[in-house]
């Protein structure tokens, strides 16, 4: 019998959106990401020479601040695993710098450490996978996979483990007594909190979650949602979250960066970036969501034509064939990020002059309300005063 | 250069009422698919009944392990062993032209499924859009030969005949170039391609019923809004009926008319798309409404949840397969008997004690 989950000891509720103060800007970045670049090569012919380079990651730049989440989102292929694998050093970039801000204050430059070194700085920065499934060790129980980056540390006391693991089981939602048990004997979304309760057994600062929730069931992602906020709240974390999924990501982040083809091409403050996007891409992604109400069905628009070629992409703005707003400068000059409003960082050409259509204000009526039968949805409720009303809403007087 | 596909005109897409569209081409009724292992046995599906009626589009909803996937499969005979039908029927009403009575009618589940009988029907009458276009088509293969054959195993036609029909339905899913895809390969194409060539084979003999399983889970959200209108554009022109299953409300609310929604391989509530959303009599549909994030609803707030997990499959609850998890669930009754599927007159029938007091006739089994 699969074992149950406890419920989280008397989890804070979760305020709503602490969006403009629970992010403190004011001190240097834990994490800065300066001109990432990752180019694999493509090897050809009889020699095996270089016949070509895949840009996976192609000059991206972005900050994370102490408890901040950041979400870097885009379709498959558009380089945000890499890039999340670059920053920890999963694999080494080509150039560029990751400058992560360690516990005592010195910023040093993850890019360029040696092996050595950087054990220390995985301390404070950890990975959560996708796969709940793949990435746990069938032949190890609970105490030594989630105590194993403490052991590896060099805490050699089984003992100050088993304290340790107990505690973070807990704090996990997991009961201590599990510690013995082997991972087949827990279900996808419980094996996902111990993914999540082994990358804080080192207190880290930085946590990456590389579409953490992706692979579970809708009822489990939610409680898996929460547990990640519930955490970032409670440890002060800072997330760079990585998914595909734009309702999560809407949901969980402070600050989103949308990447195409190896780029990021727009990065913002989520409410900013989902009401009233200043990318075309942007506004495509959003446009091309599934709205969840059957009273609402608009004709869904997809893109034309496909994602370019990492290895051949296009000139000027690697969007532009498939972009409806396209001019003559598209084709020739590549855009540069730069920032078009306060906090807001567009690398589009006509990013001034479009306006662009964001994700409508459609609320919580939408939300199924059992206990007025029948009930039709009316007209949303006066958004929340902390959620900027877009300007293209009428307010009601 | 690569031409684009075309999409197809936008258009909004209303959902049909079940009061205008007929007699239904297909009736699951009481359908128990088990799996019988060494270990115990599965009921995968245990109990299953919908219909589906001309032209109309079901979606059947649900989590990993609750049946979907395998009481379609059963509905075209694809179970392999250690599955059977174990019970049920699984009526087939082969529409007669123009309104005409059906001119066939029989039982699927009493066909033997390696028979002519039912060769002829899947893929002649219900085709299927497999979740893995990747892995739907031989590589060693071109698409357009594939597709060719299809058509000639339901069809006798000549060759070029049906080379014709086969690149007149790549252009009509909004294949670019249709001629040179004829002779490409599958790992030539993208993802989007993929699905379309899938597509235009499951057209391609003109089905009663198409049946779709995650026909967008493994393609990207701009992709999957071109394959959803799609389906859309192609249903309204050949009125073909869609069955699909999927685990995105988002898909479910753009694109059925008809819900079914499942768990642990029950149906806990059916009706329309429209009531299912708005007024959802289960626990388990109104749980599953809101435990998902959308773009729409308030961000960093605390998502409601359903407690637990779903149970192991050899380990089913006793009694109605929900109460574990359900917060309304009421000892002594929930835990003790199967809910039958009750329709009160509402047209959205519920396999809930809250809702009525009729216990299925075999429970305790």
Redesign the interface.
Known sequence: ??P??T?LPA?R??A????ATGVDESRAPLLEVRNLRKHFPIKGGFLQRTVGLVKAVDDVSFKVFDGEILSLVG??GCGKTTTARCVIRAIDPTSGEVLFRRADGDVVDVAKLRDKQLRPIWRDMQMIFQDPFGSLNPRKNLLDIIGEPMFVQGVRSRQKRMDRVAELLNLVGLRPEYMHRYPHAF????RQRIVIARALTLEPRLVIADEAVSAL???????I??LL??LQRRLELSYLFVA?D???V????HRVAVMYVGKVVELAR??AL?TRPKHPYTS????????????????????????ANPAAPPPGCYFH??CPFAVEVCKHEPPPLREVEPDHFVACHRAEELTLDG??????A?????DV?????EAPPPA?PD?PTPPSREVPS | MQQTPTVPEARAFAVRSRTDLGEPILSVRGLKTHFVMDEGTVRAVDGVSFDVHPGEVVGIVGESGCGKSVALKSVLRLIQKPGRIVAGEIMYRRPGRNGARPELELDLATLPPLGRRIRQIRGGDIALIPQEPMASFSPLHTIGDQIVEAIRLHDPMSVADARKLAIAKLREVGMPSPEQRFRAYSWQLSGGLRQRAIIAMALSCNPAILVADEPTTAIDVTTQAQVLQLLRVLQQEHGSAIVFITHDLGVIAQLADHVVVMYLGRVMEQGPVRSIFHTPRHPYTRALLQSVPSVHSEARVQLPTIAGGIPHPLYRPPGCPFHPRCPDAMPGTCDVRVPAMVDDGSGQPVACFLHHDVAEADDGA
């Open positions: 019998m699969a149950e989950t419920p989890a509720p979760i709503r959106s602490a969006d379709e498959s279900s996808g979304g419980q069931d809708v009822s489990v992602q939610a409680q949602l929460n906020l519930d595909h734009l309702s999560i809407k949901h969980i982040s989520t409410d989902f495509a992604l959003l446009a091309a969501v599934p709205v969840p109400d059957p009273d609402q069905r608009a004709a869904l628009q997809g893109l034309p034509g496909e994602v064939p498939r994700i409508g204000e459609l609320e919580s939408l939300r199924p309300r059992p039968p029948g009930a039709t949805p929340p959620v």
